[in-house]
């Protein structure tokens, strides 16, 4: 299941959406239920390997680039120090807002056989801290916590991710380039359905993951920028096989016509070691003397157009190849192909967030059932319809719907998420 974009529907707040996935995410993670938060195919769990195995067994994860950061920031201010000094903001400027909506789900564990449909509520808080500083520095903290209840599945009840995120970035006008860190922390906590494979019949999968990031930007030139970031980060599980330590290396160039469009390319790649999971061979069997280890590499190129201008606001778009291989049999390759579009739209006090998600994985070494190569489609798509009532308060109505595709029977189901619901954006 892939990452949805997500986006702040008034351009009045501090704060857009989007930063809540810096990971998983990790945002870590989504959005038809919890910010897009992957399916357990993703976020693989130790009791569910006999699934999960046939799956990525890595994380694709959703990162944000400082330049997008600044822009969730400033707009598109582009030298966002000299905004900062030009506004002379005070020395710490809080942002924080809120949301509470009610909704219904008609598979809210990914049930592939066993269906169960909940209605829930869900809640949303975020607090943002941003210091000036110097004029050629910038700090924040961010803390993000999103969850659902559902009312109909009294076992498995709450679901939800919890992100603390912090950085410093210093900027030197006269080299034309920002240094920074990043340190993150998210902890990710959903329900999943496993009766179809004879396990349990509902696991919950949790993690928390921590993330070291240090990034570089350079500006080229007057249109073109060089963005560098690598990572390092330790994620734990409650089932200790499936903790791992992973280290990324990303390497983005990107050009801007300073007005509205800008387009971007970009290569990245990750090496896995997992503390306990058993490597497979490509029949499947698991060879109780090998630990699993990955790596993974891709390539993307992107256009994002952002207008003052009504109806259209935004519209961006991202093509995407991945190959992921393991240090064995090569029961876990694959190669994936990845489309991502959103629009945002608006006309007076309405706005309309359209997302679409498409990806085909094919795994070269491993089989279905029906002994044809593995292969797994992924949609997922995303409406939102929101209408501002005030300055502080606005009201939502929005679908999220995912579905896996597969030639392998247990691979395959289908979600929807409808809710509606008021947000508090002071």
Not at 298 to 324: F, Q
Request: glycine residues 8%.
């Amino acid at each position: 299941m892939d990452i949805q974009f997500s986006y702040s529907l008034f351009p009045g707040t501090q704060l857009n959406s989007k930063l809540k996935i810096f990971a998983f995410a990790s945002v870590m993670f989504s959005s038809s239920h919890l910010l897009g938060l992957k399916t357990f195919e993703e976020r693989q769990g130790g009791e569910a390997q006999e699934k999960n195995s046939i799956l990525n067994p890595t994380t694709e994860e959703s990162e944000i680039s400082d330049d997008e950061i600044r822009k969730l920031l400033f707009g598109e201010e582009s030298n966002w120090y000299q905004f900062i000094e030009e506004e002379k903001l005070p020395l710490w400027i809080p942002s924080y807002s809120g949301k509470i909506g009610l909704g219904y789900s008609d598979n809210p564990k990914y049930g592939s056989q066993i269906r169960e449909d909940s209605t829930y509520w869900e809640l949303e808080s975020e607090f943002f801290l941003l210091s000036q500083g110097k004029p050629n520095s910038m700090t924040y903290f961010y803390l993000f916590g999103e969850g659902k209840r559902f009312t109909n599945l009294p076992e498995h009840h709450l679901s939800g991710i919890l992100l603390a995120q912090a950085e410093h970035t210093y900027n030197s006008v006269q080299l034309g380039m920002d240094l920074g860190i990043r340190l993150r922390h998210t902890y990710f906590d959903q329900v999943f359905d496993l009766s179809d494979l004879g396990l349990p019949y509902s696991l919950h999968i949790r993690s928390n993951k921590s993330e070291f990031i240090p990034h570089f930007s350079k500006e080229l030139t007057n249109q073109i920028s060089l963005l560098m970031q690598a990572s390092m980060g330790k994620e734990v599980y409650q089932k200790e096989a499936e903790n791992n330590q992973e280290n990324r290396a990303s390497f983005k160039l990107e050009w801007r016509d300073h007005k509205s469009i800008s387009f971007y390319g970009g290569l990245y790649g990750s090496l896995k070691n997992y503390k306990h999971r058993t490597l497979r061979n490509d029949q499947g069997i698991s060879q109780v003397d090998k630990i699993l280890d990955t790596s993974k590499y891709g390539i993307t190129v992107a256009m994002e157009g952002n207008w003052d201008s009504k109806p259209l606001e935004e519209i961006k778009l991202e093509l995407k190849y991945e190959e992921l291989t393991d240090n064995g049999g090569g029961y876990y390759n694959y190669d994936k192909y990845i489309l991502r579009t959103s629009t945002l739209l608006s006309w007076q006090d309405w706005n309309l967030g359209l997302d679409l998600s498409l990806s085909n994985a094919l795994y070269p070494r491993r089989s279905s059932d029906q002994g044809d190569r593995f292969e797994k489609m992924s949609f997922a798509n995303g409406i939102e319809l929101a209408h501002l009532l005030t300055e502080d308060w606005s009201v939502y109505l929005k679908w999220n719907r995912e579905e896996d595709i597969s030639n392998e029977q247990s691979f395959e189901y289908f979600s929807n998420f409808f809710s509606l619901g008021a947000r508090w954006h002071p």
